[in-house]
């Protein structure tokens, strides 16, 4: 056993940070708050060019990794604020569905089952929309090659979040069942939701400690004071028990023998074992994501509150990615039957 | 990232778990909680056996007669054990997880000689003198002092939180030769059969016995008892600390795991499942605790691989104690009254409620944010070590 990130998998991460730096760094991203597309088809093919889609796929189409390594990659892309359908498209293109997914020339959106409003992400950019319920062996999944134009929907005029533009749709066309890929869709869906969300935690993290740090306030760094230091040691707290969480459960997702040795042991099924790694994973990376964002804000003070520090970009993704995959509510809920 | 055992792991688990599977059934009933010369007698005897078959000091490296494990090994010995409700290291967790491994580290060879086998074998019991009244989480303040006379120093002062100290046939203490802070300690044995020392058991909010103040007047202590250079007792000290290898809570986090199953079980047979905000507890008290157990194998990983736990330990026991006091929190919400008692009680369906445990685990989880390094303590090492931020005091 070597629970540690490889050095490949450090690698890869430092690859794609220095690739999101160089093509979508935040000032570029934040010319288009509030814009209708806010990521350009040139950006969308730089991530698919990296193999952030394709990550999973076998060669030669993919870079034939694991979601141990999909995990790595997408906690940077939540650092990094990356937005997009960054979860529906990788799906979309792990089960070969929409042509051109892998590589980045097309978007694809995920929406929960029966959420209400139905409020959908990206709408004009979308080349397909999937639709996920459930978890565990009545997860299903369902795909609308044909997704609704922006005319036939109210687009939203004050998004939370700046960076991710939404329509609300009355209704939507139950589009074909993709058979066979619920369960996984639902897995990997969850895990790289969750692993953006450890992103966030970190990055906020990261953020708050600077500048505790330079910000002098009675004449020492604010970073001084045991009230700013606990804060900034229960942000770390979170992050690295969230990350520990979700890199487990993708260990999980790519390892049948693991899961099986542990649902020996604890006489639950694989699906259930892989299912309750998920969604732990989740609940306690959305909660690190969110309170590491408040935080950040606190230990920024007034600044914090304003438009111009990227902290409340972070707090409204965060919040965002919660909705989506099941909410920390309803995971812990249904996680309690899987003890 | 590889959560698989190496097939010398799997085999190193799999005759552990056979060993324990016809061991465990042949040890005699457990003693009562607060007979401690009982429980000492209990512990040796498991240590014996222990030692017996090989598995002694399976923390400790071969050169000091231990196992000389890797850490991934100790952990999934940690976790065969408290699987297999195996007893824990008990009275003499001090000598086997502080004093033995300072002892290997920085005793001299008539030291080890001396001293080491007895702990592997069950025949010596340690207890610790290092906090006092008025050196708690600022232990380098302490004032129990030793003067020199001849071969021997002469120590007098107090210690608390002495584990054991009424069953114990030694002490490490820690004691003031010179300057104050941390450059005028030293770091002794003590016999506990040395004239001038008294005992005064203390007794905990649960009701329990094993912590006990020590009053010395006048102990004498040969010269030959003293670990290290004179003045030099803190590096002594923080040396052991590196022995951690990230499985020192790996007994605590399963227990707390099968606390946390059990009382999932009692709230279904006590018909409040249909409660979300209960279910949402307990559920995230699972991912809690999962996510904990995950942080432990990277923990161990990161010790199998560059010989010390990275950053773990403190950001484990600061979620651990809060999520195991949260869990206690619990168990007493849903017990409702009945965790008013002490003594088990059975629920109307006739069968146990297992309310001592909770109750017991409940007080136990009060602790874990104070011992062991409080968790402001804790906070302050994680802000300053780990993320940087500047020292002022």
Redesign the interface.
Known sequence: ??????AD?RQLADGIRAMVQGRLPLDRLRAHEGAATVIGADEWAALGETGVFSLTLPEPDGIGLGM?DAVVVFEELGRALVPGPLVGTFLAASAGLVEGAADGLVQVGVLSAGSDPILVEHLPDLAGLLVVSGFARGATARFLSTVPSAESATRILAPLDPLTPLWHLASLPAGEPVRDVGFRFVRDGSLLTAALQVGHAAETLDLA?AY??ERHQFG??I??F?A???I???M??RS???R??V??A???AD?P??VASEAQ?SGHTAEQVIS??V???K??ADEAALANARAAIQVHGGMGYTWEVPLHLHLKRSRLLATTFGT??Q??????T?? | MDLRYTPAEEQFRDELRTWLGTTLPTLPAAPAADNWPERRRFDSNWQRLLFEAGYAGVDWPSEGGGRGSSPIEQLIFKEECARADAPYVGVNFVGLLHAGPTIIAEGNPTQRERYLAPILRGEEVWCQGFSEPDAGSDLASLRTKAVRDGDEYVVTGSKIWTSHAEVADQCEILVRTGAEGNKGITWLIMPMDSPGIEIRPLRTIAGSTEFAELFLNDVRIPVANRVGEENDGWRVTMVTLSFERGTAFVGDLLESMGLLHSLRQLASRLDLMDDSGLERRIGHLGAAFDALWALTKRNVSEAAQTGIPGIGGSVFKLSFSEHAQALGDLAMEVLDRAALSGDPLLGADGVALGNEEQLHNWFKSINLTIAAGTSQVQRNIVAERILGLPRVR
Request: aromatic share 2%; glycine share 4%; with cysteine.
């Open positions: 056993m070597d629970f540690r990130i490889s998998q141990a400690v505790a740090k020492k760094p970073g001084s045991q700013v230091k606990h900034c040691a229960d770390l707290v690295e028990v969230a520990s969480a890199q487990a993708a260990c999980l390892d023998d693991v042991l309750r790694a969604m732990g994973a609940v306690l920390p509510a995971l812990s809920a249904a996680l309690s899987l003890l």
